[in-house]
């Protein structure tokens, strides 16, 4: 099985690729091949609806998130909303890429106010692409960070979501291949 974890924050002290750093351990656990995409490593164009589809790297990116079985998006929350980076991702890698995914969010905000702000994009997932969203999510604000280290109710609830991952992208893998 393999897992895509997707840092989509662009900013070079990231707090949701920092909280995303915290699967590494319960995935390895279990074994399960990752591929680590940190967008700040793969610069993307912005979405054109036209021809940036064919671009290399357009190309390159869709296909990495088309060969995971499930993905895990570590995204902050800007304005109430998911970061215009992951938006773009999901926009220029479209179908095949995210149809019939499992898709797990790990979210970083400033405030507790927008806890909810992450269910757009989860149904915009599950209507455009049929994806199976995973609904322990974890959202962290500015109070579960302590010098830069995350409390350890966050760090639990990472765990957590690792495992539900792995557990329901291994169900749903198994019921794909029996159909």
Request: charged content about 20%; overall charge negative; proline content about 5%.
């Amino acid at each position: 099985m393999r897992i895509a974890v997707i840092c989509c924050s662009l900013n070079p002290e990231s707090r949701s690729a920092a909280m995303a750093e915290y699967l590494r351990e319960p995935l390895s656990r279990a074994e399960i091949e990752v591929d680590w995409i940190d967008l700040r490593d793969h610069p993307l164009p912005m979405c054109d609806g036209s021809t940036v589809y064919g671009q290399p790297e357009v190309q390159a990116m869709g296909e990495r998130v088309r060969a995971a079985d499930g993905v895990i998006l570590a995204l902050p929350i800007y304005n109430y909303d998911a970061n215009a980076a992951a938006k773009n991702l999901i926009e220029l890698t479209g179908k095949p890429a995210w149809l019939n995914k499992t898709v797990s969010f790990i979210c970083s905000a400033g405030g507790r106010g927008s806890f909810m702000s992450i269910m757009p994009m989860a149904n915009s997932l599950m209507l455009d692409f049929r994806c199976v969203i995973v609904p322990r999510f974890v959202y962290a604000d500015d109070s579960d960070f302590d010098d830069g280290e995350l409390s350890s109710l966050i760090q639990e609830r990472i765990a957590e979501l690792a495992e539900e991952t792995v557990r329901m992208t291994s169900a749903l893998s198994q019921a794909n291949a029996s159909t």
